[in-house]
């Protein structure tokens, strides 16, 4: 404990004497005794007037001016240095000077004063005529006195007043009884002097050690206090408040004096809901009545404030047992209750988009489940999955993901409302739980809200994003359906809605049990598929359409399965991309089709087409550069194929790959355009060397009802004008290849130039100087096998005919009557309605019919006849007889 006095025999001794490396406890001491002892001199002075005047009065009351000054002098002299001195102390703080310093003026002080009044003494038995052996001692034994009272606080004091007393009563009274007197007097002096300086040095030490505890204490309390962490408090025995700490004071938004003198227990609240602070306040009433210890009581103030204590207290009791109150400590649990309720949150709820989590939702659906079989009503199950979120993730960044989901998760609150409760589950997959909702039509309605909502275009930190979303739905019987065979069903409906095309709903059904099972395995098929050798590649040919000669082929991948037979791409590339094979899958087809196209021509071409996920690998065009390097092919016979679905989220690194693939030097395609978004920003910035047509405005071209052709029209003039070649892809007939070419499409492909073969099928025709066409004249349109049953009016009569093989355009009609090719005949087909037509051709028992419009195939689908519905009407072909 530095800041105590030390116990050093020489500070004691020589008091004063305190310089900079003594502890701060001398310091203080020092100070203190030089405070003490600055009223001394102001004392003595008064003492040697009282003293001198009745000396002057009594013993020169008969003595001569010069006697009376000669005595007085010395006298006023001593009262002068008095004063000065006095000052001197009062001020010291002003000169800036150590205790040292000062105490060793002071001792010259005492020993001046001492020799002036030796001289007044002496001066005064002198010119008195005063009996100097009994005046004499009685006068210096009056200063030794006086001057010992002044410097009883220290002994060197006490020792330079004996010491002057005595040497002055030896030199002034010549007498050896006087000196012995005042000797004898001046040595009790400072022995006294002496005994009274350590009881005052013991007693300051402990005054000085219980002042530096209190003032520790003190500090350790406003650190406390400081801190935030808790606060202090203090009842009397009536329980009112007698102190409180500022920080109590602050959470009540009040003064502690303001505190102070109100029951503790009155600034409590009660929590009519919960109870919990009810007990607790009826805890801190029972210990602070019953005088009881207590601790880690919880109460929270009588304010609307989320705050929360611990109380902590311990009664006090004086010397005597009577009760005085309570003093304790209260520390802040607010911020422990909201980190408590934080994690209690986080175990129930996502931390990104504030829905319910897994967990939460399963609750949710377990809860629901029960109150579905007391009420007897069914509850549906929703699992939502995003798709192309991936890609949003991959190009955009995770960020930008985790904007989107809370975007969606937005959307999907807003569309559900009060029908459910939607939940994340993680990633991109959610789930909705409908208690009470079995309704098939309302189901469908909320699925395609919520899928059309989901699609709309965000706004993701400036960029353009638009994904979608499959969803698959479960209902479940009340009483028999448990959570986990539900969530299980829906997640097989949610497959076979991704398997339909993505941006589906789909109900479970039984038997997605089993299709479940075989995809699987046969995703478990297809990882092994390329180390065994299953996987080739085919060739189908790209023709250019001024000369009908090769200009390139498209690779095309192909799995024979040992057992299953040859398995469809539209089945096994979706399966790849869900799995992460589709980039092992994708390099081996494009180092493949490279091998194969060094074998050809320099001027036929090899088209390679690109999955966006594969094109958002940042590793794709070190990946073709590879290839290119390895084989030595050009990198312009290379065409890359890429969909729209690259563009989904249009960021700086999709610009990014495409610059670097240009500058590469490879050409790029976009492939299946029209079937997309077709936006013609895509053609704007991404630098596309040619646009593939889909075959789905190819097919039918031709047709006299078809619009296709004006579509083919617009974007031959479009690519046209962008510089960009066109191929027409799904050509089959002989009149959409004569279109195709009438409309000026650079070049096409399709089963009537050849079907997609190997690689020495594809090394023929490379070498081939020309490719005929062979197939179809024109499209045949899809056939309903079915015969249907009809009733018409020929010549005037009613007869029930047969239709066979009815296609949108037209029927083969059965009829045992000859009609006239280029009649007018309506036809009212069983179940469907009223049809007219004109007779193209006819023969003994049949003709042909064409239909005056296009006819709908679903309308020959059964329909459920409704017994209710009864016709009133004539039928028309009654009418027609009649007439």
């Not at 001195?85 to 060793?104: C, D, E, K, T």
């Not at 939460?360 to 007897?376: H, I, K, P, V, Y």
């Not at 909320?446 to 709309?456: F, H, P, W, Y």
Request: glycine share 10%.
């Amino acid at each position: 404990m530095s800041g105590l006095p030390s116990r050093t025999s020489v500070r004691e001794a020589l008091f004063f004497d305190v310089g900079p490396s003594d502890s701060p406890g001398d310091r203080i001491l020092a100070g203190r005794r030089i405070r003490t002892f600055s009223n001394g001199p102001l004392l003595l002075a008064a003492s040697h007037a009282v003293v001198g005047i009745t000396v002057i009065c009594y013993g020169l009351s008969g003595s001569s001016w010069r006697g009376i000054f000669t005595a007085v002098l010395p006298l006023l002299l001593a009262m002068l240095l008095d004063g000065v001195m006095g000052l001197f102390l009062s001020q010291y703080r002003r000169f800036n000077l150590a205790p040292h310093s000062i105490g060793r003026v002071t001792m010259a002080y005492l020993a001046g004063s001492g020799v002036l009044w030796m001289l007044f003494a002496a001066a005064a038995a002198r010119f008195g005529g005063i009996d100097q052996t009994s005046f004499l001692p009685l006068v210096l034994g009056a200063g030794v006195t006086m001057r010992s009272l002044v410097s009883f606080g220290s002994p060197p004091l006490a020792i330079i007043n004996a010491l002057v007393a005595t040497v002055g009563a030896f030199l002034f009274s010549g007498s050896t009884e006087v000196t012995a007197t005042i000797g004898v007097l001046s040595l009790l002096t400072v022995g006294y002097s002496v005994t009274v300086t350590r009881l005052m040095l013991a007693n300051a030490r402990r005054r000085l050690q219980l002042d530096h505890l209190a003032q520790k204490a003190l500090h350790f309390v406003e650190e406390f206090e400081a801190s935030g962490r808790g606060w202090f408090w203090e009842t009397n025995s009536a329980g009112t408040l007698s102190y409180v700490s500022q920080q109590l004071a602050d959470d009540f938004k009040t003064t502690p004096s303001a505190l102070l003198g109100r029951q503790f227990t009155d600034l409590l609240s009660v929590d009519m809901e919960k109870g919990e602070d009810l007990r607790e306040e009826r805890t801190l009433g029972f210990h602070l009545s019953a005088r009881f210890p207590f601790s880690d009581v919880v109460v929270r103030p009588a304010s609307d404030q989320d705050v929360h204590w611990s109380l902590t207290g311990n009664p006090i009791f004086d010397d005597h047992g009577r009760f005085l109150g309570f003093r304790g400590i209260g520390t802040d649990l607010t911020e422990q209750r909201r980190s408590e309720q934080e994690i209690s949150r986080l175990a129930r709820y996502d931390s990104l988009t504030g829905l319910p989590n897994r967990p939460m939702m399963r609750q949710t659906l377990d809860e629901a489940l029960r109150n579905a079989a007391s009420r007897q009503r069914a509850c549906s199950l929703f699992l939502i999955d995003l798709d192309r979120f991936k890609n949003v993730n991959d190009t955009l960044g995770h960020p930008a993901g985790d904007a989107l989901l809370k975007q969606v998760a937005q959307r999907l609150t807003t569309v559900l409302g009060d029908h459910g409760k939607v939940g994340r589950l993680g990633g991109d997959e959610f789930k909705a739980v409908l208690p009470g909702a079995a309704e098939v039509g309302l189901i469908e309605s909320l699925a395609r809200a919520l899928i059309s909502e989901v699609s709309r275009p965000y706004e993701i930190d400036g960029h353009r994003v638009t994904i979608g979303a499959s969803v698959g739905i479960a209902i479940g019987d009340p009483g028999r359906a448990c959570a986990d065979s539900m969530i299980r069903n829906a997640d097989l409906a949610l497959y076979a809605a991704k398997a339909a095309g993505r941006g589906k709903h789909c109900f479970y059904e039984p038997s997605m049990h089993s299709e479940a099972s075989d995809r699987q395995m046969l995703e478990n098929e297809l990882r092994l598929a390329l180390d065994r050798n299953e996987l080739s590649v085919a060739y189908q040919p790209i023709i250019r359409v001024a000369g009908e000669e090769v200009a390139g082929f498209e690779a095309l991948v192909r799995w024979h399965h040992p057992i299953r037979g040859p398995v469809s791409p539209a089945k096994f590339i979706p399966l790849a991309e869900e799995c992460g094979m589709i980039g092992k899958i994708g390099a081996w087809v494009l180092r493949t089709a490279i091998e194969e196209a060094c074998k050809w021509p320099e001027k036929i071409r090899i088209a390679i087409n690109l999955s966006p996920i594969q094109f958002n690998d940042p590793q794709i065009v070190e990946t073709v550069a590879e290839a290119l390097q390895e084989t030595g092919l050009t990198p312009n016979r290379v065409e890359l194929e890429i969909t729209e679905g690259v563009f989904l989220a249009d960021s700086d690194a999709t610009e990014d790959t495409f610059a670097r693939l240009k500058k590469l030097g490879v050409r790029l395609v976009l492939d299946d355009f029209g079937t997309g978004y077709s936006s013609l920003g895509y053609l704007r910035h991404a630098p596309f060397d040619k646009i593939k047509i889909d075959q789905s405005f190819v097919r039918g071209a031709a047709s006299v009802s078809s619009r296709n052709a004006a579509l083919i029209r617009a974007i031959v003039t479009l690519a046209e004008s962008l510089q960009m070649d066109t191929v027409a892809e799904g050509v089959e007939t002989h009149d959409d290849l004569a279109l195709i070419r009438e409309l000026g499409v650079s070049q096409v492909q399709g089963f009537i130039f050849g079907r997609p073969t190997d690689g020495e099928g594809a090394g023929r025709l490379a070498m081939a100087s020309a490719v005929e066409a062979d197939g179809h004249q024109f499209v045949r349109q899809p056939r309903q096998r079915l015969m249907r049953r009809a009733i018409t009016a020929i010549h005037g009569q009613v007869r029930e005919v047969r239709l066979r093989n009815i296609s949108s355009t037209g029927a083969l009609v059965e009829c045992p009557i000859p009609v006239t090719p280029g009649a007018q005949v309506t036809l009212d087909i069983v179940g469907v309605g009223p049809v007219a037509g004109i007779v193209r051709w006819s023969q003994k028992d049949r003709f042909g019919l064409q239909f005056d419009g296009d006819f709908d195939l679903a309308r020959l689908a059964p329909k459920p006849i409704k017994r209710n519905e009864v016709s009133i009407l004539r039928p028309w072909y009654v009418e027609q007889a009649a007439s």
